[in-house]
């Protein structure tokens, strides 16, 4: 089981995507901290979570630890289906009032961004962490 977790194709473009993945969630999740009335607890408050100050830090790490496992390409796919969770739940608990609200295409064009980064983990945990990744060193694949 952990070989086909690490396992990786060799693709050598993979770390575009590794990149943009892990770039943005490490930044999302030190801003966390950063600004936490803004992007971390006071965010969570405001769309009416319990434990705000409790999840604001815990995802908020979870952002930093995977987001620097994907630059990394340190157990890419465990990092990305957690990524994939994150957002979707992200999106779930941001975007539905707007879609109830104001209707799908304004949900569409204030989530255009969020949409890329669970497309990206699903990308990653489909293909692993690439040419360029810890992981390929770590048990070589073909």
């Known amino acids: 089981m952990f070989k086909k977790t690490i396992s990786t194709d060799i693709s050598k473009t993979t770390i575009i995507i590794r990149l943009m993945v892990g770039a943005v969630f490490l930044s999302e999740g030190i801003q966390k901290f950063l600004f936490p009335a803004i992007r971390g607890a006071g965010r969570f408050e405001k769309i009416g979570l319990p434990s705000p100050e409790f999840l604001g830090a815990f995802v908020g790490t979870f952002e930093i630890v ?3 496992l994907i630059l990394l390409g340190l157990l890419t796919r465990l ?4 990524t994939l ?4 739940v992200a999106i779930v608990t941001t975007k539905s009032d707007i879609l109830a609200n104001d209707g799908f295409w304004i949900m569409m064009h204030g989530s255009r961004t969020d949409w ?3 497309w990206g ?12 990744s810890i992981d390929k060193n770590m048990y070589k694949t073909k």
């Open 85 to 88: 969770v994150i957002m979707l």
């Open 79 to 82: 990092a990305s289906v957690l």
């Open 121 to 132: 983990s699903l990308f990653l945990i489909i293909k692993g962490g690439g040419n360029w």
């Open 66 to 68: 995977c987001g620097t």
């Open 116 to 118: 890329a980064m669970p």
